[in-house]
């Protein structure tokens, strides 16, 4: 049987398949039946920048009012301590999960600004959450802030987060740079172990009857592996970070063409969601009955067997295929 064991951010994982953030990874249940399933790893729902600033205005606000009135009459409010924040809720989901899974668990974060991000990183660290994933989601629609100016942020965010924890980062990017190979090697100088590529951009929808936008939270296909599958097998040869892929994982063969093109490790949540976290054994069967076809007896022999400077035709991955494609392509 073939040998999956890999490593990722520094810890040691029995395969290269992680379980992403989803509703599965929200809950204890869901997280059991993850790692029942064979899952290496999972990665904890986001906290959002903008819960950590709407949970602190209305303390501010709070206490605010509370300074302004009788000390006989404050004795009619509620202690603040009452209160169950998100924020809250995301750090007792750390420690329950690391309570109750020999997996590691990797805690998540979800902005675009340093401010604040620092202690709050520190605390999933306290926590118990094994490594941190800082999630870059930012839609560039302010025509008054430049790509640089975007892109400086978000480099200053991974430099300061990487500075205030002793547990590995990784950063999970859109494909929306202008170049992506030098953002990418601007992550890893400011101290990220890892890449996840790609975040996925999600967009409203038009209903044309009632003129209204809707939220659509379409799942992947196995298609939609095609750009990260190119800039993985790309950055491979660049990099020395580890690159984790998502999107588009539903077979096992999706899994293999990940690995190589040089993946690290090979996360999932569509297919889970579709079929339940027992996809996951599908998978790594899958995996090791193929590498075991192919004569292949660990995971390093086969990642990065397909990275761009080992393919026959590197210029697949370059200008000259889309001129090649344009001129062989077949439009019926």
């Known amino acids: ?84 924040h998100k924020t809250d809720t995301s750090l007792e989901h750390i420690r329950e999960a690391k309570r109750e899974l020999d997996i590691p668990v990797i805690a998540s974060l979800n902005g675009t600004t340093p401010e604040g991000w620092t202690d709050f990183a520190k605390e999933m660290e306290r926590a118990g959450a094994d490594a941190l994933e800082l999630n870059l989601y930012q839609v560039a629609a302010d025509p008054t802030v430049s790509g640089a100016d975007i892109e400086a942020r978000q480099i200053e965010t991974v430099r300061e987060v990487v500075a205030a924890v002793n547990i590995p980062v990784a950063v999970k990017i859109g494909p929306y740079y202008s170049s992506m190979a030098h953002m990418a090697a601007r992550f890893e100088e400011a101290g990220a172990k890892a890449l996840v590529l790609f975040n996925r951009f999600y967009q409203p929808d038009f209903d044309i009857e009632t003129r209204t936008a809707s939220r659509k939270l379409g799942l992947s296909a196995s298609r939609d592996l095609l750009l990260p599958l190119s800039w993985i097998a790309i950055l491979r ?96």
């Open 237 to 332: 040869e660049q990099r020395s970070c580890n690159l984790a892929a998502t999107t588009g994982v539903h077979t096992p063969e999706d899994v293999v063409k990940y690995l190589m093109a040089g993946a690290d490790v090979v996360m999932t949540t569509s297919a889970l969601l579709r079929h339940g976290p027992e996809m996951l054994d599908t998978f790594r069967n899958g995996l090791a009955t193929w590498m075991d076809t192919h004569d292949y007896a660990h995971i390093d022999d086969l990642r990065g067997c397909m990275r761009r400077d080992y393919v026959d035709t590197p210029e697949l991955f370059e200008r000259a295929n889309y001129i090649h494609l344009l001129d062989t392509a077949d439009w019926k």
């Open 1 to 84: 049987m073939a040998d999956l064991r890999t490593t990722y951010l520094d810890l040691p994982l029995s395969s290269p398949l992680v379980a992403s953030a989803s509703p599965l990874t929200g809950n204890l249940d869901g997280l059991r039946r993850l790692e029942d399933a064979g899952a290496s790893a999972v990665v904890l729902p986001s906290v959002f920048e903008e819960q950590l600033h709407r949970e602190r205005d209305f303390m501010e606000h709070y206490l605010e009012v509370r300074s302004n009135i009788l000390p006989e009459a404050q004795s009619f409010f509620p202690n603040p301590g009452l209160y169950e």
